[in-house]
T-cell receptor, first 114, second 115 residues
Framework: DTGVSQNPRHKITKRGQNVTFRCDPI?????LYWYRQTLGQGPEFLTY????????KSRLLSDRFSAERPKGSFSTLEIQRTEQGDSAMYLC????????????FGPGTRLTVT | AQSVTQLDSQVPVFEEAPVELRCNYS??????LFWYVQYPNQGLQLLLK??????LVKGINGFEAEFNKSQTSFHLRKPSVHISDTAEYFC?????????????FGAGTRLAVHP
């Protein structure tokens, strides 16, 4: 299977701890998106990468959040000093520049902050 | 700013009955519209998209949607549902080539198909 993969699938952490999630996009997809989905809501855009460049960040992405995409391949999303309000599903999606209207989503990482 | 409203949070329906999931959007410019489906504990899967051209769009699993510019709607329909269609459905609008094609989603509609 060559779809978008995300690790870990589930993460339980205590308030105040740091967590890092990884997303591996479909190979050769140069666009990568992070979204956050809370219970009962649709996904909300967090940030966007084109190759290794982070080109857009949502206001939802506070200073405690940082995302990287070194070498334009996989991406990491780190949350520092987690808060209970960070509990959500974090979704990654990728797309190919020539058909960038279709985004392929990974299964998500479910974060629970206790 | 663009936004999406899904008018029904839950839609119960019996197997083999028709279904319509309603979606309205707001945008001051041309839009690209999408319907995604999410099964439990899975990511989102694209059902269909409208970029331009024919206003009736056919997607996977027998779903179709009609783009209505005057009513700013993009309702999803299926003539006969199956138990396996039970899932969460999301309508989304893209900021298109003016931006980076990020998706703005509605809150979702939970379709529950009963035998």
């Amino acid at each position: 299977d060559t779809g978008v993969s995300q690790n870990p699938r589930h993460k339980i952490t205590k308030r105040g701890q740091n967590v890092t999630f990884r997303c591996d996009p479909i190979s050769e997809h140069n666009r990568l998106y992070w979204y956050r989905q809370t219970l009962g809501q649709g996904p909300e855009f967090l940030t966007y990468f084109q190759n290794e460049a982070q080109l857009e960040k949502s206001r939802l992405l506070s200073d405690r959040f940082s995302a990287e995409r070194p070498k334009g391949s996989f991406s990491t999303l780190e949350i520092q000093r987690t808060e209970q309000g960070d509990s959500a599903m974090y979704l990654c999606a990728s797309s190919w520049d020539r058909n960038s209207y279709e985004q392929y989503f990974g299964p998500g990482t479910r974060l629970t902050v206790t | 700013a663009q936004s999406v409203t899904q008018l029904d949070s839950q839609v119960p329906v019996f197997e083999e009955a028709p279904v319509e999931l309603r979606c309205n959007y707001s945008s001051s410019v041309s839009v690209y519209l999408f319907w995604y489906v999410q099964y439990p504990n899975q990511g989102l899967q694209l059902l269909l998209k409208y970029l331009s051209g024919s206003t009736l769009v056919k997607g996977i699993n027998g779903f179709e949607a009609e783009f209505n510019k005057s009513q700013t709607s993009f309702h999803l329909r299926k003539p006969s549902v199956h138990i396996s269609d039970t899932a969460e459905y999301f309508c989304a609008v893209s900021d298109g080539p003016r931006g980076y094609n990020k998706l703005i989603f509605g809150a979702g509609t939970r379709l529950a198909v009963h035998p």
